[in-house]
């Protein structure tokens, strides 16, 4: 299975700038991309912002768009202003699902790679952290999220339902990933479960091993979560591609995350079926508390983009050069508020860009 969409003329790129910081991180972003290639932006409202607009956080239109383009950046959605406790007032992650499900994105990946001058950052050791270069591959709309579930009494329950084609799909996003990084062939694939406890995840066990006959060129190994949760934290650097189900991967998804230490660095991806737009955002959230002061650390969205070139495009050597330019200028010292230690004189959201694009 080959994801990437055949592209001819200038890709055209949705833009979701969203809330918050959102619009000051993706215009710099669009910057960025503007600075490598001909690409056709299209820049739309989702969020909190489309909520003012037109009462809902996803309107039917922007959907469609995001559906017939070759790739959607998005910044951030939310923020006090639409927070509600009234069940039936629009809020702006209605967005975010609405993407998810009407884009079909069931593959969500986030790699974990700190850069060279950020390791001190780690809540690791220097000597653990340094070489780690990782991807969690997380299914997104199957699992126990989505099983059914209901109260009876004081008893209540969730099912944790997966059928063999679910699996069969997020199993071939992570091989695919995994002869990615590793240039077209090779690589190494982690599959995560607990085939110990639960007959979901014997499915999923049984299903992997099978996949993996379509890649004899990717290692792959079993691991129990349990067993998971420890070896990121003592050996992250022993892992290339995590492949694992939405309860699971939503968990190490984080604790891989935070191994960086630096939440305004963290790209992610959401991919749907072959030759369909993928979805492309920082982790981080709008984060109302700095939005329009000029300060919002941007590396994350440049990184989300570099991801978009790379998933959404087919074109590796250009998110190799984006990943290059931020270590440049993180090597050099320059950094965000957000990244700064005491004493450290910190640039803005414009100076951090120039800088990256001066490294390009
Ligand atoms: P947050 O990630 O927005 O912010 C957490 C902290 O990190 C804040 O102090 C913020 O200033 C800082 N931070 C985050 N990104 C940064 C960046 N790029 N540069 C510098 N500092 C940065 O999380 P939160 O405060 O829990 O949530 C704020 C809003 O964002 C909420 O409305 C939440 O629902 C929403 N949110 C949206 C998404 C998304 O759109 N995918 C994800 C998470 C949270």
Known sequence: MHRVRAVASAPRIVLLPGDGIGPEIVAAARRLLEALGEFEFDERLMGGCSIDAHSVALTDEV?????????????????????????DAPRPEQ????????????????PVRPSPALVGASPLREERIAGTDLLVVREL??????????????VAHDTCEYSVAEIERISRAGFEAARRRAGGSGGHVTSVDKANVLETSRLWREVVGRVAGEYPDVELDHLLVDNAA????SRPAEFDVIVTENLFGDILSDESAMLTGSLGMLPSASLGEAGAPGLFEPVH?????????????PLATFLSAAMLLRHGLGRPSEAER???????????????????????????????TDAVLFEL
């Open 63 to 87: 959907l469609d768009l995001c559906r017939q383009a070759d790739a959607v950046l998005l910044g951030a959605v939310g923020g006090p202003k639409w927070d509600t406790t009234d069940p």
């Open 95 to 110: 967005g975010l699902l609405g993407l998810r499900k009407g884009m079909g994105l069931y593959a969500n990946l986030r």
């Open 141 to 154: 709309t199957g699992g126990i999220y989505f099983g059914d579930s209901g109260r009876d009494g004081d």
């Open 230 to 233: 420890m070896q990121l934290v």
């Open 285 to 297: 959230g709008s984060a109302p508390d700095i939005a329009g002061r000029g300060v919002a650390n």
């Open 322 to 352: 984006i990943e290059a330019a931020v270590d440049a200028v993180l090597e050099r010292g320059l950094r965000t508020p957000d990244l700064a230690a005491t004493g450290e004189t910190p640039v803005g959201t414009d100076a951090m």
